[in-house]
């Protein structure tokens, strides 16, 4: 947990950065060994040097964003195990990290199967259930918010979450609407209103299903968490991130699907605006509450729908980047680095991320052109990316060598690289992994 210093409000966004990147970064870890504790420590210094844009040895090679499905799954494991079986997966995971030394720790995410299973979870699929086994996860939009919602939504994003969404894509939670506007909540005959829903056999059997679904998360997340102590243990440490989405692409994704909100830019224009500046609000306090309980000093942006192609420059201008830049430019100022998962290209977009302060962004690409990045905003930002999963799967060695080389030649000398890849893979091969990983330490 972060525990902000006494002087927080005197502090500088860029004092308050360090001081999260202070609290990361001498996190206590029980080392498995004093050599596992050096390599921990190398590892980390480096990093952080590279998060500080200070001069460092060389580049990260970092496999997260990439690799980390193929880390199990070339020692025979599927989708199905990645979302059942957790306890499966610590094995390869500890086997991978000892035989390839990478730079940082890689493990898959930890989607919980059961727990989808017995809250009735729409909004995606997964191996085991209607995926086949070798699969693990596809999205499945849905229309979760009707178009006229939108005030409704805008007026109290939370209650609106609560009592209409979550009931719709969860459907186990569907006793959730009983429960009265907790704002109102202020005498004491409102306890009624309040307690009501409590007494009812159907709301009731809701809750029982939550503390069973809470009792198989929490041994979901210990077998998770034993495996990523084990593997910090043994020297690996972790890129220190929380997971988040702009207010465009939560309405987008989540609430109204593809199809909704592109129509909505022509049809509620309005309605979508004032719906994205509620969820300004939102989105930084529930990312700052999650930096501060688990010390992760990046929050990382998985960005949809405002790539080139989704969008013209004038629609991002207008409903994408306003609120976007609203929420990491709160987070800048709590101290949060802005982690920037930019799939598809951002070729058009590359001088409005210039608008955000220095080192306020680790901006990591799929396809954008890493020679205008380069020119625009490698003095202002760590630059990650943008190795093509394409040639990770299909390509062979020789070209992922010089894909890392060529890299490597434009970003070898920049303050802050990491070289990555531009999205996921399932599928490679070790000797084109070990090519990735030591592209970086020629």
């Known amino acids: 947990m972060f525990v902000r210093p006494a002087n927080w409000n005197q502090m500088t966004p860029l004092e308050r950065r360090t001081a999260r990147l202070d609290a990361w970064q001498n996190a206590p870890v029980p080392f498995a060994s004093p050599q596992a504790e050096a390599q921990y420590k190398e590892r980390i210094q480096r990093l952080r040097a590279i998060y500080d844009m200070l001069p460092h040895d060389r580049p990260i090679a970092d496999l997260f964003m990439g690799a980390n499905e193929y880390v199990v799954r070339r020692q025979g494991l599927n989708g199905k195990d990645m979302v059942y079986n957790h306890e499966k997966l610590r094995q390869p995971l ?118 069973d679904a809470g009792n198989e998360l929490m041994g979901l997340l210990g077998a998770v968490g034993q495996t990523a102590g084990m593997i910090a243990a043994s020297g690996f440490p972790s890129m220190g991130l929380n997971i988040v989405k702009t207010p465009f692409d939560y309405l987008g994704d989540t609430l109204r699907g593809t199809k909704g909100i592109l129509m909505d830019m022509y049809r509620r224009p309005n309605d979508l605006l004032a719906a994205c500046e509620a969820y300004v609000p939102v989105l930084i306090n529930a990312v700052v509450n999650a930096s501060d309980r688990n010390s992760a000093p990046c929050a990382m942006y998985v960005l949809h729908k405002g790539a080139d192609g989704f969008m013209s420059q004038a629609q991002f201008e207008k409903f994408y980047w306003p609120t976007w830049k609203q929420v990491m430019l709160g987070l800048y100022n709590e101290g949060i680095i802005c982690y920037l998962f930019i799939e598809g290209s951002y070729n058009h977009r590359l001088e409005n991320l210039a608008q955000m302060p220095e080192k306020s962004l680790v901006c990591h690409f799929d396809k954008t052109d890493m020679r205008r990045v380069k020119d625009v905003l490698s003095d202002k930002y760590i630059i990650a990316g943008n190795v093509p999963a394409s040639l990770m799967a299909a390509g062979s060695t020789d070209e992922v060598r010089a894909c890392c080389a060529d890299l490597m030649d434009l970003f070898g000398g920049a303050p802050g690289y990491i070289m990555a890849h531009g999205c996921y893979f399932e599928n490679t091969t070790d000797d084109k992994l070990r090519a990735f990983m030591d592209s970086v330490k020629k």
């Open 94 to 211: 500890l086997d991978f990290h000892v035989e390839f030394q990478p730079d940082t720790s890689v493990m898959p995410l930890p989607y919980p199967g059961k727990v989808m299973d017995m809250l009735g979870y729409k909004s995606y699929i997964w191996g085991g259930q209607k995926l086949p086994d070798n699969l693990t996860i596809q999205a499945v939009e849905g229309e979760y918010m009707l178009g006229d919602e939108y005030r409704e939504f805008a007026a109290d994003p939370t209650n609106f979450w609560m009592k209409k969404y979550l009931p719709r894509v969860m459907p186990t939670l569907g006793p959730l609407a009983m429960l009265t506007e907790f704002p109102r909540v202020s005498e004491n005959v409102d306890i009624i209103d309040l307690l009501l829903p409590f007494g009812l056999p159907p709301f009731q059997a809701m809750l029982k299903t939550l503390m």
